[in-house]
Nanobody, 124 residues
């Protein structure tokens, strides 16, 4: 079993930055690929970023590429999402997810474990 807890969300003006964290419980954290998804009001949940178990490989959606950076610290069982140059359209609930079956999954249905989410609101 893996439990995921997100933190670091909040209200930030457009152009600002936030750093989200995802704390994971359980063993063998480095064997899990991790990802960040987000769900804006009235929209379906969408992929934002993913990272392989070792942290060597990353993937980003086109909408966040160049502005967001995903990283992980396997010694702390933690994953992060550094978000820079935030836009109002980045407003969403951000979820972290984990799965041991895939190398660097980008599909929502490829993740088995999910956190409860943290709200990010970007004001214009």
């Amino acid at each position: 079993q893996v439990q995921l807890v997100e933190s670091g969300g909040g209200l930030v003006p457009a152009g600002g930055s936030l750093r989200l964290s995802c704390a994971a419980s359980g063993r063998s954290f480095s064997s899990f690929a991790m990802g960040w998804f987000r769900q804006a009001p009235g929209k379906e949940r969408e992929f934002a970023a993913a990272i392989s178990g070792s942290g060597a490989m990353t993937e980003y959606s086109d909408s966040v590429k160049g502005r967001f950076t995903i990283s992980r610290d396997n010694t702390k069982n933690a994953m992060y999402l550094q978000m820079n140059n935030l836009l109002p359209e980045d407003t969403a609930i951000y979820y972290c997810a984990a799965d041991p079956r895939y190398f660097i999954p980008t599909g929502e249905d490829q993740y088995f474990y999910w956190g409860q989410g943290t709200q990010v609101t970007v004001s214009s």
